[in-house]
C-alpha cells in the first residue's frame, strides 16, 4: 500500500500542503528507524490528544516525516492506532499468558497482579490511559479494544478455563478489574485512589477466582 | 449573580455578539419554567457533546436565552454540568435510599438490580453515559463525579455498613458494578454486552454483597 491510495480522509496530509514531495517508498536502510520512529510519534500523540484529536498529519509532523510515510507503513489513521495499542498492551499479553502459568486456583491472584501492576507503574499507565479514554469516546477506537481485549487477552485465559461460559466468566473477572482502574486512576476516588495497592490485591483476587472458577 | 460577573471564561458568551441587550433578571413569573427549559438544554448538550466541548454560550442558544440568564441561574459551565448531573443522578440517590431499606444481606441484590436496572433504560443511560465520557475526559467533569458518587450514593451506602473500612468497601463493590457498565454499555464486549440482565445479576449480585458484608 502506497500513501497515495491509503484512505483515511480524517487523517490524511491535505492536498498542496507541501510535503508531497517527500512521498514514496524510503531507502530500504532506513525502514526499522523510521517505523519505530513514527510509532513512537503514534502513542505519544494518542497519549496526549485522544484517538478523536489526532491526525496522521500531526503524527507524522511529530516524527519528523511525510504523511504519506505513516499511510505507507501502517495504512489509516485506525491501522495506526491499533499498532499504537498493540505495543501498549504487549505486556499486558506477555502477562495473559503467564495468568496461564501456575496453579489454577491461584490464576484470580496472578491476573490481579498483572494488571494492578500495569496501572501502578506510570511508564505503562500513561498509555493505558489514553487507550481506555479514546475507546469510550471514539467507535472505533472502541472497536479496536475490543478487538485486542477480548479477541485477545481474555479469550485465552477463557480458553484454559474448559467450562461452561468461559468467556463470561473471564469478563466478569475483567469486569471487577476494570471497575478498580477506573475508581482508582481514572477518576480518582478515595479511598480507593490511595489504598495501598496490596490490600486491594487481598480484597479483589478473591473476587477474580471466583468469577473464574467458582460454582 | 449577573452575567457580567459570572467566571467561566470557556463559555461565557463573547462581548459584542449582540445577545447582551437581554441581559438583567427575568420577570419572577418566568423564572421556574425558564430554568427548567435552561436545565433541560444543558442536559442535552452535554449528552451530545460532552464536558468540553458543551459552551454555556451553546446552552444558552439550545434554551432560548441569554448566556446572562443561564450564569444568572446556575453560574459558571462546571455549576451548570453540577445541576445536569444531579437531575441524571436523582434516580441513583432514590436507589440508594432502597438499597439500605430491607435486609441487609440482600443489599447487594438490590444494589446491582438498581445500576443494572438504570443502565438497561435507554431513558436513563443516555445521560449517564455522557456523564461517564466526561468524568473520564475531563478532571473538572471527574471532579463533580467524585463529589456526587463518592459524596452522596456511596458514603451513605457505606454509613449504613457499620464495618471497618466501610468505604472502600461500597467503592469495591461499586468497581465490580462501574466494571460491568464499561463492558456491556460503553465498550460493548461480547459476550457481556448480550448477556441477559438477570444472568448478570446472578452472578454479579453475591460479589457485591460479598465487598459490602463479607469477611
Redesign the interface.
Known sequence: MTGATAGDSAGASAPGDGTARRRGRPPRTESAGTRDRILDAAREEFSVR?YEKTSVRGIAKAAGVDSALVHHYFGTKEQVFEAAVEVAFAPALAGADAVLEGPPDEAGERMTRMIIGLWESPVTRVPLLAI??S???NETA?GV??RL??GQV?RRIAGQLDLPDA??RA??A???????L??RY???????AS?DAE??VE??AP?VQ??LTGR
Do not use: T
Open positions: 485522544g481506555v479514554r475507546a469510550v469516546n472502541a479494544f475490543r481485549i477480548a481474555l468467556e463470561l469478563e466478569l475483567a469486569a471487577q478489574l476494570v471497575g478498580v477506573m475508581i481514572v477518576i480518582r476516588m478515595e479511598p480507593l489504598a490490600r486491594i480484597r479483589v473476587v471466583g468469577h
